[in-house]
């Protein structure tokens, strides 16, 4: 049974930082590249970040590119993301999911990712 357990969510002043991980299990965490996703109240879900198997591909949405880092520890099972100079508008529930590349559409796309977690919230207040 795949299993993927997001941690470190919470209440953020704006400005601030926080560090989610990402605990996979049921499924051998090197052989799969990993992204983060989130969602806000009312909006659907959008992509984060995407990390390769190896960790040597790394992608983010323009959102979030130069202040946010998504890191892997295939030693550990564990998928990381580094989330700097917090705003409100990063208030969101943060998932994590196994990217399968179905090639349905790009890495962005919520049909190329199979297993996903319970999502962890994120509240950054102003």
């Known amino acids: 049974q795949v299993r993927l357990v997001e941690s470190g969510g919470g209440v953020v002043q704006a400005g601030g930082s926080l560090r989610l991980s990402c605990i996979v299990s049921g499924l051998t965490f090197d052989m799969y590249a990993m992204g983060w996703f989130r969602q806000a109240p009312g909006k659907e879900r959008e992509f984060v970040a995407r990390i390769s198997s190896s960790g040597v591909q790394i992608h983010y949405s323009d959102a979030v590119k130069g202040r946010f880092i998504v890191s892997r520890d295939n030693k550990k099972d564990s998928l990381y993301l580094q989330m700097n100079s917090l705003q409100p508008n990063d208030t969101a529930t943060y998932y994590c999911?196994?990217?399968?590349?179905?090639?349905?559409?790009?890495?962005?796309?919520?049909?190329?990712?199979?297993?996903w977690g319970q999502g962890t919230q994120v509240t950054v207040s102003s």
């Open positions: 999911a196994t990217y399968i590349g179905r090639g349905i559409g790009g890495y962005t796309s919520l049909a190329e990712y199979q297993h």
